[in-house]
């Protein structure tokens, strides 16, 4: 972010929007990888499955734009 702050032309912008692009796409892909292990049972003992699943309820027990706003924050 700082060379787009200190350089401010269109090329720096566009490869800082490159590499959020490509952070996000494999972000995204990890976490689809992640889900779909979870899917396979008897992957992670009980006590991590019972721990994982008291995370996403406290990530998305409140309304959406908590939610969205908070970012997954709350999981303290």
């Known amino acids: 972010m ?3 702050l200190t350089r401010r032309d269109l090329k720096t912008l566009l490869k800082a929007l490159r590499l959020w692009a490509i952070v996000l796409f494999f972000n995204l892909v990890g976490t689809a990888i992640f ?3 979870l899917q396979i ?3 992670f003992s009980p006590e991590v ?10 990530l998305l027990s409140a309304d959406f734009m908590v939610t969205v706003v908070c970012g997954g924050s709350r999981a303290g």
Do not use: F, N, Q
Request: charged share 20%; no cysteine; hydrophobic share 55%.
């Open 2 to 4: 700082l060379p787009v």
């Open 35 to 37: 889900a779909g292990i």
């Open 41 to 43: 049972k008897g992957v």
């Open 49 to 58: 499955d019972e721990a994982l699943a008291k995370v996403a309820h406290t």
